[in-house]
């Protein structure tokens, strides 16, 4: 993994995965492919989206979104280990890997537009820097570099936010009228994020081409 800029949850991800690697061999030997387990975080999370939209107007309904971000970290977690791990890396599964990920948040973060004060607007901002992140970072790829992960709002990140918010809106605690602040909190914060994934990039590319030289 290519050393970020700014600190994330993401460089807790190898103790995480440690955790985790014991149900991962489990996994493997039942057959289970790192593209079932992409697919069925993405078919998850759109599931469980279109589920808290459809009630969101019962507040404890977004538990399932916190639940859900939880899961779906775990899931990321195990389809990278039976890749990486078990020999099952394939073309197939970078493209289901990146595209997943993207329909995952953006299903999981819709249903917060229904619940003031946030308001489709904010939230669709967020979606679409969520995308340019994500983008920002798989890029890395295209250029000699590595895939980026530089902070300081990557997708661990994001669900650690909102998975506080969905936790925070199902508790039934009013929600203060500053909490909308958090949105374009967000949004500075994803731009940066961007912004250091394409620095990070074009520098890591320039230094392998002289490498090379």
């Given at each position: 993994?290519?050393?970020?800029?700014?600190?994330?949850?993401?460089?807790?991800?190898?103790?995480?995965?440690?955790?985790?690697?014991?149900?991962?061999?489990?996994?493997?030997?039942?057959?289970?492919?790192?593209?079932?387990?992409?697919?069925?975080?993405?078919?998850?999370?759109?599931?469980?989206?279109?589920?808290?939209?459809?009630?969101?107007?019962?507040?404890?309904?977004?538990?399932?979104?916190?639940?859900?971000?939880?899961?779906?970290?775990?899931?990321?977690?195990?389809?990278?280990?039976?890749?990486?791990?078990?020999?099952?890396?394939?073309?197939?599964?970078?493209?289901?890997?990146?595209?997943?990920?993207?329909?995952?948040?953006a299903a999981l973060y819709a249903p917060f537009a229904?619940?003031a004060p946030f308001e489709p607007f904010g939230i669709?901002?967020?979606?679409?820097?969520?995308?340019?992140?994500?983008?920002?970072?798989?890029?890395?790829?295209?250029?000699?570099?590595?895939?980026?992960?530089?902070?300081?709002?990557?997708?661990?990140?994001?669900?650690?936010?909102?998975?506080?918010?969905?936790?925070?809106?199902?508790?039934?605690?009013?929600?203060?009228?500053?909490?909308?602040?958090?949105?374009?909190?967000?949004?500075?914060?994803?731009?940066?994020?961007?912004?250091?994934?394409?620095?990070?990039?074009?520098?890591?590319?320039?230094?392998?081409?002289?490498?090379?030289?």
């Amino acid at each position: 993994m290519a050393s970020g800029i700014t600190p994330t949850f993401y460089a807790l991800k190898p103790r995480f995965q440690g955790l985790l690697r014991p149900l991962a061999a489990s996994l493997h030997r039942l057959a289970i492919t790192p593209n079932l387990v992409t697919v069925a975080a993405a078919l998850g999370s759109m599931a469980a989206g279109a589920g808290v939209a459809w009630r969101a107007d019962s507040r404890r309904v977004f538990l399932i979104v916190s639940a859900w971000l939880l899961a779906r970290m775990a899931l990321n977690a195990i389809d990278g280990m039976l890749a990486r791990e078990f020999d099952q890396k394939s073309v197939p599964g970078a493209y289901l890997n990146e595209i997943g990920d993207v329909v995952s948040d953006a299903a999981l973060y819709a249903p917060f537009a229904l619940i003031a004060p946030f308001e489709p607007f904010g939230i669709g901002l967020i979606i679409i820097l969520s995308i340019v992140t994500e983008l920002a970072g798989v890029l890395g790829l295209a250029v000699g570099a590595s895939r980026r992960y530089d902070g300081p709002m990557g997708k661990s990140d994001r669900a650690v936010v909102f998975g506080i918010l969905g936790l925070w809106i199902a508790s039934s605690a009013p929600i203060p009228p500053w909490v909308l602040w958090a949105v374009p909190a967000l949004a500075v914060l994803l731009a940066v994020t961007a912004v250091n994934r394409v620095r990070a990039g074009i520098l890591e590319a320039a230094r392998a081409g002289s490498s090379h030289r």
